[in-house]
T-cell receptor, first 114, second 115 residues
Framework: NAGVTQTPKFRVLKTGQSMTLLCAQD?????MYWYRQDPGMGLRLIHY???????AKGEVPDGYNVSRLKKQNFLLGLESAAPSQTSVYFC?????????????FGPGTRLTVL | GENVEQHPSTLSVQEGDSAVIKCTYS??????FPWYKQELGKRPQLIID?????GEKKDQRIAVTLNKTAKHFSLHITETQPEDSAVYFC??????????????FGKGTKLSVKP
């Protein structure tokens, strides 16, 4: 099993450009999440999904959109990138836990917006 | 909403010493407290967690304690080794069995273990 994978690993954008980050999981997990990680700020939730066809806003959703058309995939879109969106983006997934809510993270995407 | 404070932001210890990282949370409804470890350039991974019906949990050299009254929980690492060097994140959430609950993370503690 590959677990959680993310595409691409690195990307450099110019201000105003758009892009889509792809997250895929092969663990049949119901829940999926997108986080951004900035120095000294921890992991902040952007958007999440509790199942195929559903999405919801997290702590810092402005400037991002998401879609979950298939259970195994969760896409994060930046319509008009800004330098403030320079960050490392992590996708995660989790399952129906009986006693815990363990989130499995992907390897991350490092995005630079110039 | 929930707010999680984590201290210290950096911690340096000598190999073999103990390390303690502390977190406080604001929402008394939170009942699930995991700790994640992130090695340099890697993804965060769960290392230990505790639910509010338990005061302490241990797994080899790591342990977590929870004080519900004071709303704080701590990670204890004994006999530290160089491979313990990493950023550690605490988190809090409201856990309902077989349901979804968002994790609110602290800002992280960078632990350095000097050989």
């Amino acid at each position: 099993n590959a677990g959680v994978t993310q595409t691409p690993k690195f990307r450099v954008l110019k201000t105003g450009q758009s892009m889509t980050l792809l997250c895929a999981q092969d663990m049949n997990h119901e829940y999926m999440y997108w986080y951004r990680q900035d120095p000294g700020m921890g992991l902040r939730l952007i958007h999440y999904s509790v199942g195929e066809g559903t999405t919801a806003k997290g702590e810092v959703p402005d400037g991002y959109n998401v879609s979950r058309l298939k259970k195994q995939n969760f896409l994060l879109g930046l319509e008009s990138a800004a330098p403030s969106q320079t960050s490392v983006y992590f996708c995660a997934s989790s399952y129906y836990g009986e006693s815990r809510n363990e989130q499995f993270f992907g390897p991350g995407t490092r995005l630079t917006v110039l | 909403g929930e707010n999680v404070e984590q201290h210290p932001s950096t911690l340096s210890v000598q190999e073999g010493d103990s390390a303690v990282i502390k977190c406080t949370y604001s929402d008394s409804a939170s009942n699930y407290f995991p700790w994640y470890k992130q090695e340099l350039g890697k993804r965060p991974q769960l290392i230990i967690d505790i639910r509010s019906n338990v005061g302490e949990k241990k797994d080899q050299r790591i342990a977590v304690t929870l004080n519900k009254t004071a709303k704080h929980f701590s990670l204890h690492i004994t006999e530290t080794q160089p491979e313990d060097s990493a950023v550690y994140f605490c988190a809090a959430s409201i856990f309902v069995m077989r349901s979804q609950g968002n994790l609110i993370f602290g800002k992280g503690t960078k632990l350095s273990v000097k050989p």
